[in-house]
Nanobody, 119 residues
Framework: QVQLVESGGGLVEAGNSLRLSCVTS????????LGWFREAPGKERDMVAQ????????RYNDSVKGRFTISRDNGQNTVYLQMNSLKPEDTAIYYC????????????WGRGTQVTVSS
């Protein structure tokens, strides 16, 4: 059974940092692209950052470029999202997801972790 479990969310003041982690199990981790997505109240789920299976390629939502960094540790089956200079508009539930490199759609999703940024 594949599981993706996010952690590291919380309540922080604007300008501060958080580091999200997503630990996976039941997945051939090194063969999947990993991504972070977020969903704010009343809004659609958006891609925040993605990283290829071999860490060669990363992509970011324009709204987080220069502030967020995605990374992965294939030995620990874990993907991270370092979030710096947080803004109130970053408030959302953050989800990690996994997809095969040649696919468009994510196959597996975590349950999410809440990030709340106060002004």
């Amino acid at each position: 059974q594949v599981q993706l479990v996010e952690s590291g969310g919380g309540l922080v003041e604007a300008g501060n940092s958080l580091r999200l982690s997503c630990v996976t199990s039941g997945l051939d981790f090194g063969n999947y692209d990993l991504g972070w997505f977020r969903e704010a109240p009343g809004k659609e789920r958006d891609m925040v950052a993605q990283i290829s299976w071999n860490s060669v390629t990363t992509r970011y939502n324009d709204s987080v470029k220069g502030r967020f960094t995605i990374s992965r540790d294939n030995g620990q089956n874990t993907v991270y999202l370092q979030m710096n200079s947080l803004k109130p508009e970053d408030t959302a539930i953050y989800y990690c997801a996994a997809k095969l490199p040649w696919a468009n759609d994510n196959l597996y999703w975590g349950r999410g972790t809440q990030v709340t940024v106060s002004s």
